[in-house]
């Protein structure tokens, strides 16, 4: 069963940042959210993982809500580059499987 | 480290015959992942392994699949006899527990 919810596609202006929901109402306590993503059918590309505080690398930061059930990637200075898909998983730091759902196609506009 | 390295990176074969794909994975990683991704189905989990011994085969789509690793850098994914319908791109990783997983490039596979 899917664990996550994704808008299947965004649009996002070049130079702006990019903001991807994810929707995880059932994350059970001990599991991190992660976000990955593919350009154009290249291997998946690790972005970022956290458990329940806001996580900020070079690449994007993430935003966990309080309760978990949701979370926010935000890709701060979208560039045409950024065009992807982008998957958000859920799922325990040990010993489970990586389950990728459809994701969300990101479109960045010149 | 090069990463998660896969070959070949392309293969056209026919109907019928034997397809074998190969995985590296990065040094040190105890877990390693055979994925296959279409249009219609996605990315798929086919086998996942760890220290080598495979844990959950659910998602091989049938006998005709097979998946080894006898070895902590090596781990190749057969399939005999290979069928149009086998036509997809087979991403192979590998993480260290716990922690992130790494992509190869994948093997765009084509069954004529």
């Known amino acids: 069963d899917a664990k996550t919810t994704q808008p299947p596609s965004m649009d996002c202006a070049e130079g702006r940042a990019a903001n991807l929901p994810c929707n995880h109402s059932?994350?059970?306590?001990?599991?991190?959210v992660y976000w990955y993503r593919q350009i154009h059918s290249q291997g998946p590309q690790y972005i970022i993982h956290g458990l329940k505080n806001n996580e900020t690398n070079e690449m994007a930061s993430l935003i966990i809500t309080e309760d978990r059930k949701s979370s926010t990637l935000i890709l701060p200075h979208a560039t045409l580059r950024d065009t992807a898909v982008y998957y958000c998983?859920?799922?325990?730091?040990?010993?489970?499987?990586?389950?990728f759902g459809p994701g969300t196609r990101l479109s960045v506009l010149p | 480290d090069a990463g998660v390295i896969q070959s070949p990176r392309h293969e056209v074969t026919e109907m019928g015959q034997e397809v074998t794909l190969r995985c590296k994975p990065i040094s040190g990683h105890n877990s390693l992942f055979w994925y296959r991704q279409t249009m219609m189905r996605g990315l798929e989990l086919l086998i996942y392994?760890?220290?080598?011994?495979?844990?959950?085969d659910s998602g091989m789509p049938e006998d005709r699949f097979s998946a080894k690793m006898p070895n902590a850098s090596f781990s190749t994914l057969k399939i005999q006899p290979s069928e149009p319908r086998d036509s997809a791109v087979y991403f192979c990783?590998?993480?260290?527990?716990?922690?992130?997983?790494?992509f190869g490039q994948g093997t765009r596979l084509t069954v004529v």
């Open positions: 059932t994350i059970s306590g001990n599991e991190y």
């Open positions: 392994f760890n220290n080598n011994v495979p844990i959950d």
């Open positions: 998983i859920v799922r325990e730091h040990y010993g489970q499987n990586f389950v």
């Open positions: 990783a590998s993480r260290e527990e716990p922690g992130r997983a790494f």
